[in-house]
């Protein structure tokens, strides 16, 4: 999950603190000190985190693409100019665009904003842009909320009491709530100073930057592990009194199952499980990086000389092309696999299925998944020609009738291909003509596919006049009683759109009846 900084760099921030025994500190000081603990932190603890440095005043500049370096961006932190004054409404949209830039519009990103609380004056201030949400175009749109998944964290160099004291806070939550809600507001608690800056960051890196830290076990072996990014809690929304699921932090492998047989499932999120490496001789303890789960890397490269349960099931699912079934919580599973960044690279990921005893319908509940051994016969059949899945049920669902749907164009159109073909073979196919019309048109009146009705009544009237000279006179009869009511259904007046009657066949004195049609 990427980083952006938005770091204030307006005059406002240059104004001073009190610091006693030291010389002058500027609130942009403070600011820095904060920066600089978080990068600190996320350089030891969240090394695969891209982040990005902007600065904004009345403009903004990235001042630091997307990187893992943290001594660049601390370099450029430690560089920063002072400019004119606060236009927060220009530099939003400017991380919007760095974002979807580097990033595209799905994948969730994280946005700390740095600041004192002052919001600028005039047009361009954050009050201005608040009071003119309402007044503005599609082309002026304000760039809360942001087009990709994101969390927004605002980090004031200013105490509650001075925030309230203004209507900076009532604007800051309203900008928060712009957002989605997501992220929060920090103040710092007591003077402005080094220590309560610290404290302000230490909250905000237990939020959101702490590493999830897990054991991996199957069976007798096991391997500390870190999972990137921290898993999210997940809230079910069928339940009445919804309450967040958390992946716990033993993470325990139930079995294992071939590729083709998992296909590719819905997923809620997908993390990367890098192995902790701990040395012994330096006393040492640090997670794997990306780079360090290389195809030919051993296992003593990997954790310090020492063998490691995680880097050997990395290999043996890329070898042998199976997942591993990963129990996260109570009913609820998840898979590990390796996935390839290169020809060289691959990475052992591991994806969350949504909770419950029965994620993947397919596969049946995972709790009554066993080992082939325990089958009477091996269910892949003795040279792999068959496959155990999907899993058929039981006994057939009452409700399960042979309905029409229409996913894909191609089954549309075999449907109208249907219709055709039995209309040039009328009246020998007159019964299954007008079944084949019947199902068609339920279909589309319960989909209010109007215009379907309207094109399939002027292909009849086509085919009408079509017919050669050698065909029955009873279907031109039929093909324009077909088309006609067809184009009265597609008014949708009840008198001909009820969706319980079907189109008769016209009576002729060719069908041997009278004349006249039976409307519906």
């Known amino acids: 999950m990427p980083t952006v900084v938005l770091m204030d760099a307006s005059l406002s921030m240059t104004r001073p603190v009190s610091l006693e025994g030291s010389e002058e500190f500027q609130r942009k000081n403070l600011a820095v000190h904060g920066l600089t603990m978080l990068f600190e932190h996320m350089a030891t603890n969240y090394r695969l985190e891209f ?21 660049t961006l601390q370099e450029a932190l430690n560089n920063l100019e002072d400019y004119d004054k606060t236009c927060l409404e220009s530099a939003l949209q400017g991380v919007s665009n760095i974002v979807q830039q580097e990033w595209g519009s799905t994948c969730p990103c994280q946005v700390v904003l740095v600041t004192d609380g002052a919001l600028g004056i005039g047009r361009g201030s954050l009050r201005h842009s608040l009071a003119t949400l309402k007044q503005r175009g599609d082309d002026k749109k304000f760039p809360l909320p942001f087009p990709f998944p994101s969390k927004l964290y605002i980090m ?44 302000m960051f230490g909250k905000l890196i237990d939020q959101a930057y702490t590493p999830f830290h897990a054991v991996l076990r199957c069976g007798n072996l096991a391997s500390d592990v870190q999972v990137f990014p921290r898993p999210e809690p997940v809230l079910l929304d069928e339940e009445v009194d919804p309450v967040p699921k958390a992946v716990l932090t033993e993470l325990e492998i139930v079995g294992f199952i071939e590729i083709g047989d998992i ?45 490691n349960f995680c880097v050997l ?13 990963v129990q996260l ?19 052992l990921m591991m ?41 058929q049920p039981k006994s057939k669902r009452s409700y399960a009738q042979n309905v029409t749907v229409w996913i894909k164009a191609s089954g549309l159109q075999t449907d109208v291909q249907k219709i055709l073909r039995n209309a040039r073979k009328l009246p020998e196919k007159t019964q299954t003509f007008y079944k084949e019309l019947n199902r068609l048109r339920k279909a589309a009146l319960a ?11 002027e292909l009849l009237e086509r085919e009408c006049t079509l017919l050669p000279d050698s065909a029955h006179p009873d279907a031109a009869f039929q093909l324009s009683h077909a088309a006609q009511q067809l184009r009265l259904a597609s008014t949708g007046d009840s008198q001909y759109a009820a969706f319980e009657h079907n189109i008769t066949p016209m009576l002729t004195d060719f069908s041997g009846g009278g004349g006249g049609a039976d409307r519906m």
């Open 51 to 71: 982040t990005a440095l902007v600065v904004f005043s009345s403009l903004w500049e990235l001042m630091v693409p997307f990187t893992r370096d943290y001594n």
């Open 156 to 199: 004031c160099i200013s105490n509650a009491e001075e925030l309230q004291a203004t209507d900076a806070m009532d604007n800051l939550e309203q900008l928060l709530t712009l957002s989605g809600g997501e992220g929060q507001i920090f103040t710092m608690d007591g003077p402005l100073c080094l220590k309560s800056v610290q404290a």
């Open 263 to 307: 296909a590719s499932p819905p997923v809620l999120s997908r993390h990367l499980v890098l192995p902790i490496a701990v040395n012994k001789e330096a006393d040492e303890v640090g997670a794997g990086t990306a780079d360090d789960m290389e195809e030919d890397t051993s296992t003593n490269q990997m954790a310090g000389k020492s063998p």
């Open 313 to 325: 099931l990395h290999g043996s699912l890329k070898v042998e092309g199976m997942v591993a079934l």
């Open 329 to 347: 919580g109570p009913d609820w599973y998840g898979m590990l696999y390796s996935q390839a960044d290169s020809k060289k690279k691959s990475n």
């Open 351 to 391: 994806s969350l299925f949504e909770p419950g005893p029965e994620p993947l319908p397919w596969l049946g509940k995972i709790s009554q998944l066993g080992p082939i051994s325990d089958a009477l016969e091996n269910p892949y059949g003795e040279d792999d020609s068959k496959s155990p899945f999907p899993v």
């Open 447 to 457: 989909f209010g596919f109007w215009e379907l009705l309207k094109c399939v009544a």
